[in-house]
């Protein structure tokens, strides 16, 4: 009974790794890589902030005094729902 289950276990996780491999490969799976010491500005001075990443986007996130702000950016060449090129879009404070 116990080697049925770790069988079916080991099944399982095969088929789960097969899944996660075959999005990553066809593109619908990314990964954000992320930067905690980025160099960002506002108006000319330097604000604190992190930020993430990937091959089409970046979440910049500045950390004010009293305030997180964060905003998504689509870069040059990637073509959003309006037929943009390249955009940024207000995140809002959710950070």
Same mark, same amino acid.
Not at 40 to 68: C, H, M, W, Y
């Given at each position: 009974?116990?080697?049925?289950?770790? /069988?079916?276990?080991?099944?399982?996780?095969?088929? @789960?790794?097969?899944?996660?491999? =075959?999005?990553?490969? &066809?593109? *619908?799976?990314?990964?954000?890589?992320?930067?905690?010491?980025?160099?960002?500005?506002?108006?000319?001075?330097?604000?604190? /902030?992190?930020?993430?990443?990937?091959?089409?986007? @970046?979440?910049?996130?500045?950390? =004010?005094?009293?305030? &997180?702000? *964060?905003?998504?950016?689509?870069?040059?060449?990637?073509?959003?729902?309006?037929?943009?090129?390249?955009?940024?879009?207000?995140?809002?404070?959710?950070?």
């Amino acid at each position: 009974m116990k080697s049925t289950q770790i /069988g079916l276990g080991i099944i399982a996780l095969g088929l @789960a790794a097969f899944a996660i491999g =075959d999005c990553y490969f &066809a593109g *619908s799976l990314r990964f954000l890589k992320l930067d905690t010491n980025p160099k960002i500005s506002v108006n000319g001075a330097a604000v604190p /902030g992190e930020l993430l990443v990937g091959q089409t986007t @970046a979440v910049v996130t500045v950390r =004010d005094t009293d305030k &997180a702000h *964060s905003y998504q950016l689509f870069f040059e060449g990637d073509t959003d729902f309006t037929g943009d090129m390249g955009s940024l879009v207000d995140c809002g404070a959710w950070a």
